[in-house]
């Protein structure tokens, strides 16, 4: 026999603001499916994440809608928009700056899924 397909619909009004420096709503993260978790992040214009990193997690990003500037291990900086899927891996240093007019919205999906314990802020800068 197999398993039942699930249809999950996450509340939009469930959605928060993380320390990083987005705004989070959990679409897939549970204890069942270790595996992999699904988050949509927002950011609205002008803002940039925290420096950051996940360890022993790998994180990609599936721009939705906006534009903005993911920063990379070089210290350089590439243009993603709608449909670019930026591949992070685990442990590497990671901001991303909306430098669009509209909110840049994008799925972040982590292998394993993503656990609070792995965020590490790496950022010079004081928090706000």
Do not use: K
């Not at 398993?3 to 619909?9: D, L, M, N, S, V």
């Not at 590439?78 to 685990?90: E, K, W």
């Not at 240093?93 to 669009?100: A, D, E, V």
């Amino acid at each position: 026999m197999s398993a039942a397909i699930e249809i999950h619909r996450p509340d939009p009004g469930a959605e928060y603001f993380f320390a990083e420096g987005c705004f989070i709503l959990e679409t897939w993260n549970r204890h069942d499916d270790p595996e992999v978790s699904i988050a949509r992040a927002r950011l609205t214009p002008g803002t940039t994440t925290r420096l950051h990193r996940l360890v022993a997690t790998t994180e990609r990003y599936l721009i939705l809608q906006g534009s903005g500037h993911i920063a990379l291990d070089d210290g350089t900086d590439r243009y993603v928009g709608p449909g670019d899927l930026v591949h992070i891996p685990a442990a590497a240093p990671q901001r991303i700056t909306n430098s669009g007019e509209t909110d840049l919205v994008f799925l972040a999906i982590c292998t394993p899924r993503f656990r609070p314990e792995a965020y590490q802020d790496i950022d010079p800068a004081p928090h706000d």
